[in-house]
């Protein structure tokens, strides 16, 4: 870290002469990658619901952990995130009900699960604001570096299963007659998420979280000619919405994750009238 502050130190830049916001500009600079990959492949999978039914299941798990008095609640967690996710993909494959059917199912549940956890005695649902909104000033070092293991761990995910999850989602039973393993790959997407919407929801915020899962994978498949380009595409957005993001949080005094979720949107409007145009 000393040597990423002493680099924005050279920086013609007054909002770097703060430590927290080259920690805040570094963790984004992780996160664009990491959410502009992960939408790629939530947006091919149609699992959009799915990742905010997550950030319900990871808010509630951070109830948990507080009421259970956990040093650390975002592990406990992440825990609890993963097996949300994993008794989803259980469910799902022995169900003859439609996904968002299921997905209804269990955003509503973990939704109650953590108001009746987090309110449990009486308790004050005040100090849980930070989930909900976020605060990406508030990243520390530690916090970051476990962003930075997630995106390479990402990567080599993505490396290895993108091309299988894009046959999946489209046909899943061509994927299967190739020796796809269909449920493993599914699995390991679905936790992937699980844990990235976890470490990030008290830097974003739960109520924009799907957001930034969607909107850079959304933009890109409105002007991308191909694969390369829509993975491309969809990470450039993310890092630029992301940094743009904290420049205006700095001048404005708004919330980064709000301000970042406003420019995905207006980068979706923008592709979405060259989309137009182009055709």
Aim: hydrophobic residues 55%; glycine residues 8%.
């Amino acid at each position: 870290m000393s040597l990423w502050h002493a680099f924005c130190d050279m920086l013609p830049f007054e909002m770097l002469h703060w430590d927290f916001m080259k920690n805040a500009l570094l963790a984004l600079l992780i996160m664009g990658p990491l959410f502009g990959i992960l939408s790629t492949m939530i947006v091919t999978g149609r699992m959009s619901f799915f990742s905010d039914a997550l950030g319900h299941s990871a808010f509630t798990g951070i109830a948990i952990g507080v009421i259970c008095g956990m040093s650390f609640p975002t592990l406990g967690a992440v825990a609890f995130s993963v097996a949300f996710a994993l008794l989803f993909s259980w469910v799902r494959s022995r169900s003859n009900q439609a996904a968002d059917t299921l997905i209804g199912v269990f955003s509503s549940s973990a939704v109650a699960l953590g108001i009746f956890a987090a309110t449990l005695g009486g308790g004050s649902f005040t100090k849980y604001n930070q989930y909900l909104i976020g605060d990406i000033l508030s990243v520390t070092p530690g916090q970051i570096g476990l962003l930075a293991l997630v995106l390479l761990a990402v990567l080599i995910f993505w490396v290895l299963y993108s091309n299988r999850l894009t046959l999946t989602a489209i046909h899943p039973q061509l994927a299967s007659s190739r020796g796809i393993p269909v449920g493993l790959s599914q699995t390991l997407f679905i936790t992937a998420i699980a844990v990235v919407v976890t470490l990030s929801i008290s830097s974003v915020g739960l109520l924009i979280l799907n957001s930034l899962l969607v909107l850079p994978a959304a933009a890109a498949r409105n002007i991308a000619r191909n694969l390369r380009q829509y993975h491309l595409f969809s990470v450039l957005f993310a890092t630029a919405a992301g940094l743009g993001g904290l420049v205006v949080s700095y001048w404005l005094g708004s919330s980064a994750g709000a301000a970042i979720s406003l420019i995905l949107a207006g980068i979706f409007a923008v592709t979405f009238c060259f989309r137009e145009r182009r055709r």
